[in-house]
């Protein structure tokens, strides 16, 4: 059997950008992807903190402190609101419960908070 367990997720992250005349997708801070362990094209779930929606869409590299919600994503919410940013992973039983996810909390900036990156926590 397969499950699919939280990987990694970005929390209360502000987005900086809603363009709904780009493509498609989220912009993610590099640093943030790093952190998060997500990679450019990766499936990540949005949910928006003020109003309760959530989509599904892919990452894509943004600028440092983006979070950028492009394309039918926009809209999601706008300039200011806060979401979480969420990649799942699919496991054999023995790995989903030996997972521990990586949880990246950041500042008003985006910035990673100290001692809040879970950068300990080894990848899959």
Do not use: F, W
Not at 61 to 67: Q, W
């Amino acid at each position: 059997m397969q499950r699919i367990v939280l990987k990694s997720k970005i929390h209360r992250a502000v987005v900086t950008r809603a363009d709904l005349d780009y493509e498609g997708s989220l912009s993610i801070d590099p640093e943030l992807m790093r952190l998060a362990d997500i990679v450019v094209g990766e499936q990540v779930q949005v949910v928006n903190l003020a109003n309760g929606s959530r989509a599904v869409t892919y990452a894509i590299e943004g600028t440092p402190g983006e979070i950028g919600l492009n394309g039918a994503i926009a809209h999601l919410g706008g300039v200011g609101d806060r979401v979480i940013v969420m990649t799942y992973a699919h496991c054999d039983e023995a790995e989903a419960r030996r997972l521990v996810p990586r949880v990246i909390q950041v500042d008003a900036g985006n910035r990673p908070r100290p001692g809040r990156t879970g950068a300990e926590v080894p990848a899959l």
